[in-house]
């Protein structure tokens, strides 16, 4: 079943059209990618669909309900969280204030404890740094904490953009391995990231854009596989 559709969406930079009538789908249990060169409307396309940008035409639907005008704030309530690029944790607040911060919009507030305590399970380093001021966190344990934050209001689809932005090589390894483990949790994941070769190792399917426009799909073996993605993304 599809939980995220999107169909002929189009976004506009003033008179520059930036994506052109991109259609695609996340069903549930997947994690689906968007890959690219930088420029090609990834993160563009990921702040359409969660309400932090306008759109000039097509249709956004999640979980079966049209929320194409739904702002951002609202879609939380919904389902959908989103851990932008640069991570935007709260620089200056604990681990601990961050992760109430993430659920904050969870009606049932009698359940914060119960899910605090699955994020430290799953996530241990943080139960760790719990007390410390999130902005003295590595890169690497910054990343860990925005998409816990996420996931404490238990969203049924997480977006992620570029989570392996500035990392080192050992933490890009790590956050892949928390991406796998989330959604082995139950969490769909629609994955926006510039490592074509370690998302395409992890996605269930992936679509390539180009310029705005979806140019290619299959499943991410297929496109490991594929001789022109491997030339034009892989360095094969």
Known sequence: MAILEVRDLEVNY?????IKGVSFEVNEGEIVALIGANGAGKTTIMHAVSGLLPKAAG??????????????????????????????????????????????????????????????????????????????????????????????????????DEPSMGL????????????????????????????????LSIADRAYVLEIGKMVKTGTGEELLNDEEIKKAYLGG
């Not at 003033?14 to 930036?18: M, P, S, V």
């Not at 079966?64 to 959908?80: I, N």
């Not at 992760?99 to 359940?111: A, D, E, I, P, R």
């Open 59 to 160: 249709k956004v639907t999640l979980f079966g309900k049209d929320v194409s005008s739904t702002p951002a704030h609202k879609l939380v309530y919904q389902g959908m969280a989103q851990v932008p690029e640069g991570r935007r944790i709260f620089q200056e607040l604990t681990v601990f204030e961050n992760l109430q911060m993430g659920y904050y919009s969870v009606k049932n507030k009698g359940g914060f404890e119960d899910k605090l305590r699955e994020i430290y399970k799953s996530f241990p380093i943080l139960e760790e740094r719990k007390n410390q001021i999130a902005g003295t966190l590595s890169g690497g344990e910054q990343q860990m904490l925005a998409m816990s934050r996420a996931l404490m209001s238990s969203p049924k689809l997480l977006l992620l």
């Open 168 to 199: 080192s090589p050992l933490y890009v390894n790590t956050i892949f391995e928390m991406i796998k483990k989330v959604n082995s949790m139950g969490t769909t994941v629609l994955l926006v990231e510039q490592n074509a070769k370690k998302t």
């Open 14 to 18: 003033g008179l520059i059209k930036a």
